[in-house]
């Protein structure tokens, strides 16, 4: 007669000690200066690749390439197996990869994310006009302003209408003074400030944005008018 098989009980086999790191879950896409969503998870890989839980590792993120700057807690101890970043977040608009490393267990690096324009903050200069114009003459100079997020990054698709006028100043400005951004930029053309006088500042505003304003201006009377002014003055002395 022939054997009877046995077969034993069952066998658990758990992973070995964790000898590398492996991205568990990382966003692809992130809002610029939001936290990432969801939330960076690490953990280990043993020798056969399994994976290994971390115990008490400590692990660090950093950027390795892209245009602006990786913020938040950027190290973290392992809790249940999983080094958790909650609230990193990215700077500027672009292409980041971002690494994480252990002492010990080497580094890992992410696959590409891209940072977006988070969501419409304030409108800022982007070109400032002239500093010195005439009256009635258009500036040499014609501002530009941006709308922009939290973080000053250009948002590409708003269609918040930008607004101009005299922050300080006599006068108000002529020209177009309302215009929706092409790119997220509001160009202006034939401005000009019709009121001589010193330190004059234009505002750059959206109601529901925060507004910017330009640096000092100097506006130097018209010479026509300035003419005008002095034969009157000598005509008053005949």
Known sequence: AGLTPAVSATVTVYAAAATSLYIYSHVTVAAAGGDFEPATEIVGLDRYNNAAGLVNATVSASRVSGPGRLQGVTQVVSSAGFATFSNLSLTAVGTYRVAYASPGLGAVTSANVTAAANVPYAVAVLVQPSTVVTAGVPFVQQPQAA???????????????????????????????ALLPTNGVAAFTNQDLRAAGTNITLVFYNPDLYGGVSTAMTVRPHPVAAQIGTHIEASALV
């Open 147 to 177: 709308v922009v997020d939290q973080l000053g990054n250009i948002i590409a698709g708003a269609t918040n209408e930008v607004f101009v006028g005299v922050y300080s100043g006599p006068g108000s400005v002529s020209g177009r003074t």
